[in-house]
Structures are given as structure tokens and as C-alpha cells.
């Protein structure tokens, strides 16, 4: 993590004269502060997969000042992934607090933090209680696939029974999934909210207790942390964005509406969704006591799911502008504008985002990828072969191709555009000669092709040839990443200088809510001014009869890893 360079405060020391004749007075010794600047900046509160971190920006986008700590993760067993939902909040309040320090020991009022933001990790699912404000289970982290049962009885039950689209119209079987797909934009698949919620539910006595007794409250991360700095139980403050919403598998994309008929097909209570806001407004103030009094009263005024947000940080707020974040795992979105354009190539439809409580939302295609940055900590974790993440550019260097090896990354199956759960990692083209820098450079390649394969999708759905694609995340830090991306794709690879991408964006429209620097979401030109410090472009140098050849393996190694995991029990 990089850290913005702190002024250290001047000290005014009293000259010590006396100018009384009849009595002397003796000088004060203790330093007099300097009068804090004052500011405007907007604070950004990102709550990732694996850490948390708060960020100042100025109207530029400069960063002030910045904190970001790890929080633990937990894997009880293959394939599950779960968080603790307070120590989310304690490391987020944590983050507030340090960032303030900084924020005045580099001389600036903690006043001149104006509004703050809130983006997050957004398929992961929290459940707490309504009397007690505790959470009632470990919170299951979007990239968790313990839930391939669930999904095969909602499968089941899609085929034999349906859905309801209408009062008394059912569509099941093949017209069931097409309607899901209508009503939601996205599959059915372990990835997203209401089948982990299932989970819960029918899996944790505490959920199942407080569902029956409504006492019971649903929220992705961005709800339970919002709900807990402007007062939890006091305020009751229950909220979910939509772009999150928009990831749960219970909202019409289309009418920006909860959908009934969804909470009966998946046997949820009403009562314990999320009031449903936009992605700009002011939902509250921080409440007196969080992270120390260091932001207390400063309004929140911008919500936004993190993939999301690095679109409009990118500021792609137009039709056929696309971003790809590299993580944990790797997220690409194409701006389709205020047209829901509905996948039949394997993305989703989803909200990009919507400016304020008024406006007309603007959507997305996207791609996901569940393994990105994750599968080069593994080669550090698990299999020792580099000592730091950014040690695996180095060792890829050292060879200038593969040898041979394919890595297909499918730690937790496989997304986008491929959707399936049963897939297994695999390593193929292994030899005698195989190094582990040619095992290095085809993580790095993995990737790349990942992402080719959702850019070909898009091509597909939205007939509009990709041109360039804007990157920002902890992965395209190495010049390599983004060559071996630019080549295998195709097309150039534009990576700003300032990559906090996905925090920008939540501060972007805390900003614009509360008209901060005159900044308005529907109107980019008021932004003309942020992030505008130099950015580097990789351009492909890969010779297309190479590049095909390399895409073609790709392909074959990818359906071999398919459908490994059959028949998993519950």
C-alpha cells in the first residue's frame, strides 16, 4: 500500500520576555500548536475481500491521507469462505480513525473531511438481528461455494414449478430460467446473495429463529456497515444500494423494485430486506463515539458496490466505456447506458450505477472472475514459490513464455462466461522442463485470457469492438501483468497513475450528493478535473497467429477442467 508523504507541524515557542516592570512573569516552555488548515476533501471507506481502508481525496483526486488494515479470513472447510461481520465494522472504524491522525499530522482540520463514501465486497451476506443489532452467523464471502446444493434444489424447483411472473402465469423449465434472467439480469449460481441467505437460513438454528420470528435483518456488507456508523439499533438506519441490490438475486433491475415473487420462489420474509436507496444521496450522518469522534456528524452521502465504483472512479459514464478491476478476482464492466442490454453470451445485467434518488439508473455487462490476484497469493501461501506478491513479476521474467503450461485458475469453479460451479483447478502442459517461473508467468497469463474470454462475450452482446480497457486494482501494479493482458487480448491497456479506482468512485458521489467542488454525476464535465495525472497505455506486440494459437490452448485446457466436482453432498 502506498502512503501519502505527511508535513510535519511547525511549533511556536513563546520568546520568554517579560514586558511587565513591576512583576516578571515567567515564560511559558509548552509549544503552541498551529492552527489546523481547513480544507474540503471527501473521505472514502472501502471494505474489500480482505482488508479495509479509508482514503482522503482532494478535488483532484490527490490522496491526503489514507489507513488500511487486513482483517482475518476463515475457511472452515473446502470451499467455504466466511468473514466476521464486527470485525469488518471494528477495522473499518479502525481505518477512520488512523486516517484522521494522518490527515492532521499533516496539518489539516479533521472538519475538512465533508462527506464520506462507503464502497464494498458486494455479493458477501450478512445477517444480524433487528432487536440486538449482533450479527447471527459468520457473514459468507461472495467467492463461498458450499452452496452448489442449494442451487441445484432452486435449479429443481425452477424446472418442475417456476416462477411467477404475473398473477397466475408460472414460467418454469428453460422459460423459468429466461424469466429469472429477465426479472434479475443474472443466473442462478452459488455467487449471489438470496442463495446464501437460503444457506443460512436453513443451515444456522439462529437465522432460521430469528427469520420465523422476524426478527431477522438481511444486508450486503455496505448496509451493515452504514447501519452501524450512524448509530445501529438506535437509528435502525436499514438500507441497501442498488447496485448491491442489484447482486442478490431478489431485485428487478427494470423497475428498481424488491420482487415478490422471488422472496416466495426462495422462501424469504419481506420484512427483512433493506430499504432501497440510490447510489448518491445522503442516507445519514456518522453518529457521536464511531471511530473515535474523528468524523462525527460528517454526512454519508455515497453507496456503491466496489466493482461499480472503480467504473465510475475510471469515469466511464459513457455507452461503451469499460473498466477491469484486478483483485482478488477480476471484474470487468462495459457502460451499456440507460438501456438494460440482457446477455445471451454469459454476462450479466447489472446497475452501473444511479445518480442520485431521482434518476434514471444506467446499467452494465459484466464479467467476473473469482480467481485474480487470490491465485498469485497462493503461489506465495501455499506453494511457497515467491515470498511477496509482487516477486511474482520478477520470477515470470525469468522465461519468456509458459513452456507449455496452462494454469486454469477455477480455485472455487469457474464464472463468467463460463458459469461453472463443478470446475476444478488445473495445471496442464506440465514436463521435465517446467520451472516455476514458467508457472508464474502462466498465472499471470490466466488472467489475461479470463478476461479475453468476458471481452469476446461482450463482443457478442453489445456488437461494439473493445477499443481500449481502462485498469485499475493491486494486480496491474507490474508492467508485465498488463503487457501479457494487452497481448493475449488484443487491444490496448490504459492504466492510470492514481489506481484507487474503486474508493474514487464512492467518493465521486458521496461528493456529487452533497454538490461538493460542484461535482455532478449526470454531468462528467464537471469532473473533467480528477484524475488527471499521467497514465500509462500497453499496447498488444504479440503477432495474431501467436496470440490465436496461445487461445486456442486456452480453450482446451478450460474444458477439461470443466465438471470435475460432481455429486458434492451437502
Request: charged share 25%.
Amino acid at each position: 500500500m502506498s502512503t501519502s508523504p505527511l508535513r510535519r507541524l511547525s511549533r511556536i515557542f513563546s520568546p520568554g520576555k517579560s514586558t511587565s516592570s513591576s512583576k516578571s512573569t515567567p515564560a511559558s516552555t509548552e509549544p503552541v500548536p498551529k492552527e489546523k488548515k481547513q480544507g474540503e476533501f471527501v473521505g472514502s471507506l472501502d471494505c474489500g475481500t480482505t482488508s479495509v481502508r479509508f482514503i482522503i481525496f482532494d478535488k483532484y483526486a490527490n490522496i491526503v491521507a489514507q489507513h488500511q488494515l487486513e482483517f482475518p479470513q476463515y475457511y472452515p472447510h473446502p470451499g467455504w469462505h466466511d468473514h466476521d461481520a464486527k470485525e469488518i465494522q471494528e477495522h473499518a472504524e479502525r481505518c477512520m480513525g488512523e486516517a484522521i491522525k494522518e490527515l492532521e499530522a499533516a496539518g489539516w482540520a479533521k472538519e475538512s473531511v465533508k462527506v464520506i463514501g462507503i464502497t464494498n465486497q458486494r455479493e458477501t451476506t450478512v445477517a444480524w438481528s433487528r432487536k440486538t443489532g449482533e450479527p447471527l452467523c459468520k457473514a459468507i464471502v461472495w467467492t463461498d461455494s458450499r452452496t452448489k446444493n442449494t442451487v441445484a434444489h432452486f435449479e429443481k424447483k425452477l424446472e418442475e414449478t417456476g416462477i411467477e411472473v404475473s398473477p397466475g402465469e408460472w414460467k418454469k423449465g428453460k422459460d423459468g430460467v429466461e424469466a429469472l434472467r429477465q426479472i434479475t439480469g443474472l443466473p442462478l449460481s452459488t455467487y449471489f446473495s438470496a442463495v446464501k441467505l437460503r444457506w443460512m437460513i436453513d443451515h444456522y438454528p439462529d437465522v432460521a429463529a430469528a427469520h420465523e420470528a422476524d426478527d431477522l435483518l438481511f444486508g450486503t456488507v455496505e448496509s451493515w456497515v452504514l447501519y452501524n456508523l450512524v448509530g445501529g439499533v438506535s437509528k435502525s438506519q436499514h438500507v441497501c444500494e442498488v447496485t448491491n441490490a442489484s447482486r442478490t438475486l431478489l431485485l428487478n433491475v427494470t423497475t428498481l423494485q424488491w420482487e415478490e415473487s422471488l422472496l416466495d420462489f426462495f422462501g424469504l420474509r419481506k420484512s427483512i430486506l433493506p430499504k432501497l436507496v440510490s447510489s448518491s444521496e445522503v442516507y445519514g450522518n456518522v453518529a457521536e463515539g464511531v471511530a473515535g469522534g474523528a468524523l462525527a456528524s460528517v454526512p454519508i452521502g455515497g453507496l456503491i458496490g466496489d466493482q461499480q465504483g472503480a467504473l465510475v472512479g475510471n469515469k466511464c459514464f459513457n455507452q461503451g466505456e469499460a473498466k477491469c478491476t484486478y483483485g482478488t478476482g477480476a471484474f470487468l464492466l462495459f457502460n451499456t447506458g440507460g438501456e438494460i442490454v440482457k446477455s445471451t453470451h454469459g454476462l450479466l445485467s447489472t446497475i452501473a450505477f444511479q445518480a442520485g434518488p431521482e434518476a434514471k439508473p444506467i446499467y452494465a455487462l459484466e464479467g467476473s472472475i473469482s480467481v485474480a490476484g487470490s491465485a498469485i497469493k497462493w503461489l506465495r501461501d501455499s506453494m511457497s514459490l515467491i515470498s511477496s506478491a509482487a516477486e511474482v513479476n520478477d520470477l515470470a521474467e525469468k522465461e519468456k513464455d509458459t513452456g507449455g503450461v496452462y494454469f486454469v485458475t477455477a480455485f472455487s469453479g469457474l464464472l463468467a462466461p463460463y458459469w461453472d460451479p463443478g470446475a476444478a483447478g488445473l495445471l496442464i502442459g506440465i514436463s521435465q522442463y517446467t520451472n516455476p517461473a514458467h508457472i508464474a508467468r502462466a498465472t499471470l497469463e490466466a488472467n489475461a485470457f479470463q478476461t479475453r474470454a468476458i471481452i469476446e462475450s461482450m463482443k457478442l452482446d453489445s456488437g461494439t469492438d473493445l477499443r481500449h480497457l481502462k485498469v485499475d486494482g493491486g494486480m496491474t501494479n507490474g508492467d508485465l501483468v498488463m503487457t501479457i493482458l494487452a497481448d493475449i487480448g488484443g487491444f490496448s491497456v490504459v492504466r492510470p497513475e492514481m489506481r484507487e479506482s474503486t474508493a474514487l468512485g464512492s467518493a465521486l458521489l458521496a461528493g456529487a450528493a452533497i454538490k461538493l467542488f460542484g461535482w455532478d454525476i449526470s454531468k462528467p464535465e464537471t469532473m473533467v478535473e480528477v484524475n488527471t495525472k499521467g497514465s500509462k497505455e500497453f499496447t498488444p506486440s504479440l503477432e495474431e497467429g501467436d496470440r490465436q494459437k496461445k487461445w486456442d490452448g486456452w480453450q482446451r485446457a478450460v474444458e477439461r477442467s470443466k465438471s470435475w466436482e460432481e455429486g458434492v453432498d451437502e
